[in-house]
């Protein structure tokens, strides 16, 4: 059979954040994040195997009647040094979604998986014993 994933994207960061998020491992979802706003500063990740892609950026916009018309992002979002499945850099952006005028800035795009991304089981050992 082959590969099931979730409906919905694995992390969803909204307006008026800014999450800082490392050593992670985000797969099997639709997207592996969904940006609907914010800034955050996601690096240092293992963010692959996600079946539409491993990034979506949306522009927000206001709702009807109000003065703004979407909300803008400021410089560049940084999604420097994580794993998306491949070292190339042209693959990586083929795999995602991004609204155009949004920038990301990938480089340096991991050329493996990223060492000690995903929990730490020892940490955990308490809820098996």
């Not at 994040?33 to 916009?61: F, K, T, W």
């Not at 992002?73 to 499945?85: A, L």
């Not at 995602?96 to 920038?103: L, R, T």
Request: proline share 5%; with cysteine.
């Amino acid at each position: 059979e082959g590969e099931s994933y979730a409906s919905g994207p694995g992390v969803v960061i909204t307006e008026a954040t800014a999450p800082l998020m490392s050593y992670n491992v985000i797969a099997g979802n639709r997207w592996g994040i969904e940006l609907q706003g914010g800034m955050p500063v996601v690096n240092h990740n293992s963010i692959c195997c996600n079946a539409d892609g491993g990034l979506a950026v949306r522009g927000i916009y206001a709702e009807t009647g109000r003065e703004d018309e979407a909300m803008t992002y400021d410089g560049p979002i940084d999604f420097e040094s994580n794993w998306w499945g491949t070292p190339d850099e042209a693959k990586v952006l083929d795999r995602m979604n991004i609204d155009e005028g949004i920038e990301v800035d990938l480089e340096p795009v991991c050329v493996e998986e990223v060492g000690g991304a995903g929990p730490d089981w020892d940490e955990f050992a308490w809820l098996y014993s």
